[in-house]
């Protein structure tokens, strides 16, 4: 076991990977040669990079990969996307060039107010606090003038701060409930430094306040911090087009098709076991823009199931219907994103992915996200309803089996061949790869 260290953050790089060497790599050089071969040859990237969070020792590699023919609004996009999984950008890209040819996708943004919370607690007369905070609530606003200031100018800032009664579900509980425009930002920085100042605030203005007893005035913040659950920061995208415009195979007519994939989606919205693999195949899509583009995937996530479990049961984000004839097929889901601020000026590829797009706003980046994850489940859908999801899924994660085995440029050339015409396995690829060999 490693012993305890203390100051590990003040050592330099060099002696922070001396010391994994020593207490977790017995010494061993290819650990060492593993973290060093990872640092970039520039050395004010690599400092850009070791500056981004706290003990950074080198750098972790995802692909950087882009899927072209996204039809959004009439606007041809190719999307940034990162991710590791084999099948994802492929699979974006087949479902992108599938609807090109049927209109594209549509997109709207429905609403883009996020909110933060000031949680705190309070023993009393709540028609007393009621009172208090009617006479406080303007000063909070001018309290936080300085950090608004500018927000305002690009069309942001506090847009309520509403006091909400909490106690009937925890004893003495209240909050500021407060909403925010925070234009093209995704405003985490923004709403929380707004959220201290009203706590500060609100608590010395309760000790000054001559309406409060002695208990009253003691009001205890528990703590401020924004909500990553958005509802109402969201965003719709949807692809129509005829039914019989639809596949159609010798299995399947494009009708059958329609019903199935109809079928397969409203399984998603009445069984959670199948809704959260469902969603998680958006998220592929989703999370692969929001990462390329520098965003918090984390909070993207957390607020897309809260958004999925709305209504006291998680479901599918995607709904499928066919009106007169019209196969329709879209995503409603809330995301809190920004092309400003955050790591969009920061990191070199986050800049390439925004240039990419155009430089678009936070409003377009909402769009173009969605799109990403109606696509993805398309693609999954139409497999999972066809093929089987296998197919297209080990196609792609071939080249993965072929490295896991260290096959050679042309084993593997012989190797795609033969699995062009063959189901791939991972066992199989291990006998062909021996075959070869032997
Ligand atoms: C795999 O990453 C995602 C899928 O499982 C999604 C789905 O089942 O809809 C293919």
């Given at each position: 076991m490693a012993p305890v260290v203390s100051g590990f953050s003040k050592l330099s790089k060099v002696d922070k990977?001396?010391?994994?060497?020593?207490?977790?790599?017995?010494n061993d050089q290819n650990a060492t040669d593993t973290l060093v071969t990872y640092w970039n040859s520039d050395d004010s990237l690599q400092q850009l990079h070791d500056e981004f969070t706290e003990n950074t020792i080198s750098n972790y590699y995802l692909p950087f990969s882009v899927a072209p023919n996204f039809l959004i609004n009439d606007t041809r996009y190719t999307l940034p996307m990162t991710i590791e999984e084999s099948s994802v950008v492929a699979a974006a890209s087949k479902a992108a060039k599938f609807w090109q040819n049927r209109g594209g996708f549509k997109a709207e943004v429905l609403s883009t107010t996020k909110v933060g919370q000031v949680h705190f607690s309070f023993e009393g007369n709540s028609e007393k606090l009621r009172q208090f905070f009617k006479e406080v609530k303007p000063k909070l606003y001018d309290a936080v003038s300085n950090i608004t200031k500018n927000m305002e100018k690009r069309g942001g800032g506090v847009r309520e701060i509403e006091l909400r009664d909490k106690t009937s579900t925890i004893d003495k509980y209240?909050?500021?409930?407060?909403?925010?425009?925070?234009?093209?930002?995704?405003?985490?920085?923004?709403?929380?430094?707004?959220?201290e100042q009203f706590a500060k605030t609100l608590s010395?203005?309760?000790?000054?306040?001559?309406?409060?007893?002695?208990?009253?005035?003691?009001?205890?913040?528990?703590?401020?911090?924004?909500?990553?659950?958005?509802?109402?920061?969201?965003?719709k995208a949807s692809v129509s087009c005829p039914v019989n415009e639809l596949p159609d195979t010798d299995q399947l007519s494009s009708q059958d098709y329609a019903e199935k994939f109809v079928r397969a989606v409203h399984i998603a919205e009445v069984e959670p076991y199948r809704a959260v693999t469902h969603n998680k195949g958006i998220m592929n899509g989703i999370d692969a823009?929001?990462?390329?583009?520098?965003?918090?995937?984390?909070?993207?996530?957390?607020?897309?199931?809260?958004?999925?479990?709305?209504?006291?049961?998680?479901?599918?984000?995607?709904?499928?219907?066919?009106?007169?004839?019209?196969?329709?097929?879209?995503?409603?889901i809330p995301l809190a994103l920004g092309t400003v601020g955050g790591l969009t000026t920061l990191h070199p590829l986050v800049k390439l992915a925004l240039q990419l797009l155009g430089r678009?706003?936070?409003?377009?980046?909402?769009?173009?996200?969605?799109?990403?994850?109606?696509?993805?489940?398309?693609?999954?859908?139409?497999?999972?309803?066809?093929?089987?999801?296998?197919?297209?899924?080990?196609?792609?994660?071939?080249?993965?089996?072929?490295?896991?085995?260290?096959?050679?440029?042309?084993?593997?050339?012989?190797?795609?061949?033969?699995?062009?015409?063959?189901?791939?396995?991972?066992?199989?690829?291990?006998?062909?790869i021996e075959n070869l060999r032997n």
């Open positions: 990977i001396k010391w994994l060497a020593e207490h977790h790599f017995s209240y909050q500021l409930h407060c909403t925010f425009e925070t234009a093209d930002a995704m405003g985490a920085n923004f709403i929380n430094s707004c959220l010395s203005e309760a000790k000054a306040y001559d309406g409060f007893s002695k208990t009253e005035k003691d009001i205890e913040i528990i703590m401020s911090i924004l909500s990553n659950y958005v509802p109402q920061c969201l965003v823009v929001v990462l390329a583009t520098g965003n918090d995937f984390r909070a993207i996530e957390a607020g897309a199931h809260a958004y999925a479990a709305k209504d006291g049961k998680y479901k599918s984000l995607t709904h499928a219907e066919i009106k007169e004839d019209q196969f329709i097929f879209s995503i409603e678009p706003n936070a409003k377009t980046l909402m769009k173009i996200t969605a799109v990403a994850g109606l696509a993805q489940n398309f693609a999954a859908i139409n497999s999972l309803i066809t093929t089987g999801i296998q197919q297209g899924h080990m196609k792609m994660h071939l080249m993965n089996i072929l490295n896991q085995c260290n096959a050679t440029d042309q084993e593997k050339e012989q190797l795609v061949e033969y699995f062009t015409t063959n189901i791939v396995t991972h066992s199989e690829v291990v006998t062909q």
